[in-house]
């Protein structure tokens, strides 16, 4: 029982890239603050994946580093929040399964590569799922998730600058979290993991901050954290987890954050016709970019 706490705790703070299961449960403490409910999803989808991991033969260092755990708590997270039917619980739940299974043959299909799964099971997997409300009455999306035509859109950058909430609400947005108690917690859970963690995520929060400003990015999605999360989780990518033998990893990791601040912009302008978030797509991109790269170009 202590071991699967342990791991389950380990695949929530996978999420930002982490193996550490206290900060884990520091995560999970954030989003229980922000959501009461959220918070038991968020443990329930971890469990999920971690046993069928488990249960499911994979390697077993795989298995307890949490690696089988962070895509399925992503998958819950983000059908508890962006379905509406009252038995999106389940859906999520069935989802987080799914995200294993998912993050599995991804793992298969790229082993050969060197390039890392991430989020991808995560993003394709809700995407995919989102897009069936429109053929299947059981799954019903959210009115927050409304189609728009790109012929009728029209960019307002207008709204006030709150920089103090833009320095937090990056690093709640990996977690579809707005609150800035919960905010300041998950930069503890990254602090507490190590301090460099903790400086690469402000210094890439910082960099998504005054390149989507100084772009003339909506002021509103800015200081909500919608430009700051990707950002966050690519530098962390580029410069800690994954920097390889690479000396300029603080450089190449304040560029990969600046890139995903267009790319951010690109890819949600491509999901405005069908209601989709972007989700941690520009990330995915970005981080993808910067490794493969460096197969070529070891010295960035």
Same mark, same amino acid.
């Given at each position: 029982?202590?071991?699967?706490?342990?791991?389950?705790?380990?695949?929530?703070?996978?999420?930002?890239?982490?193996?550490? =299961?206290?900060?884990? @449960?520091?995560? *999970?403490?954030?989003?229980?603050?922000?959501?009461?409910?959220?918070?038991?999803?968020?443990l329930l989808s971890s469990i999920v994946g971690t046993l069928i991991g488990k249960l499911g033969g994979a390697e077993e260092q795989s298995v307890n580093q949490g690696l089988y755990g962070y895509n399925s708590v992503l998958t819950g997270m983000a059908l508890s929040l962006f379905l509406s !039917?009252?038995?999106?619980?389940?859906?999520? %739940?069935? $989802?987080?399964?799914?995200?294993?299974? @998912?993050?599995? =043959?991804?793992?298969?299909?790229?082993?050969?590569? $060197?390039?890392?799964?991430?989020? @991808?099971?995560?993003?394709?997997? &809700?995407?995919?799922? #989102?897009?069936?409300?429109?053929?299947?009455? &059981?799954?019903?999306?959210?009115?927050?998730? &409304?189609? +728009?035509?790109?012929?009728?859109?029209? #960019?307002?950058?207008?709204?006030?600058?709150?920089? #103090?909430?833009?320095?937090?609400?990056?690093?709640? +947005?990996?977690?579809?979290?707005?609150?800035? *108690?919960?905010?300041? *917690?998950?930069?503890?859970?990254?602090?507490?993991? $190590?301090?460099?963690?903790?400086?690469?995520?402000?210094?890439?929060?910082?960099?998504?901050?005054?390149?989507?400003?100084g772009l003339g990015g909506e002021h509103s999605l800015i200081f909500m954290g919608l430009y700051g999360y990707n950002a966050i989780l690519t530098i962390l990518a580029v410069s800690i987890v994954f920097n390889g033998d690479s000396k300029h990893v603080l450089i190449t990791g304040i560029i990969?954050?600046?890139?995903?601040?267009?790319? &951010?912009? !690109?890819?949600?302008?491509? *999901?405005?016709?069908? $209601?989709?978030?972007?989700?941690?797509?520009?990330?995915?991109?970005?981080?993808?970019?910067?490794?493969?790269?460096?197969?070529?170009?070891?010295? %960035?």
């Amino acid at each position: 029982m202590s071991w699967l706490v342990r791991t389950s705790l380990k695949g929530i703070s996978q999420v930002i890239l982490i193996e550490n =299961a206290v900060s884990g @449960f520091i995560i *999970l403490a954030a989003i229980t603050i922000a959501s009461y409910s959220l918070g038991i999803i968020t443990l329930l989808s971890s469990i999920v994946g971690t046993l069928i991991g488990k249960l499911g033969g994979a390697e077993e260092q795989s298995v307890n580093q949490g690696l089988y755990g962070y895509n399925s708590v992503l998958t819950g997270m983000a059908l508890s929040l962006f379905l509406s !039917s009252d038995d999106r619980w389940l859906i999520a %739940i069935a $989802g987080a399964a799914v995200a294993a299974l @998912f993050t599995a =043959a991804m793992v298969h299909f790229m082993r050969q590569s $060197g390039i890392p799964v991430l989020t @991808f099971p995560f993003i394709v997997l &809700t995407w995919f799922l #989102l897009l069936t409300t429109y053929r299947l009455v &059981t799954f019903k999306i959210s009115p927050e998730l &409304t189609p +728009q035509s790109l012929s009728n859109w029209t #960019l307002n950058i207008k709204g006030e600058t709150n920089w #103090l909430d833009g320095a937090v609400n990056g690093i709640g +947005q990996i977690f579809f979290l707005d609150n800035t *108690l919960s905010g300041v *917690l998950l930069f503890v859970a990254v602090f507490w993991a $190590g301090w460099r963690l903790g400086v690469y995520a402000i210094i890439g929060n910082l960099a998504a901050l005054l390149t989507s400003y100084g772009l003339g990015g909506e002021h509103s999605l800015i200081f909500m954290g919608l430009y700051g999360y990707n950002a966050i989780l690519t530098i962390l990518a580029v410069s800690i987890v994954f920097n390889g033998d690479s000396k300029h990893v603080l450089i190449t990791g304040i560029i990969a954050a600046c890139l995903t601040v267009p790319i &951010t912009a !690109s890819v949600v302008t491509w *999901l405005l016709p069908y $209601g989709l978030p972007a989700l941690t797509m520009p990330f995915v991109l970005c981080t993808w970019i910067f490794l493969g790269a460096r197969k070529v170009l070891p010295s %960035i």
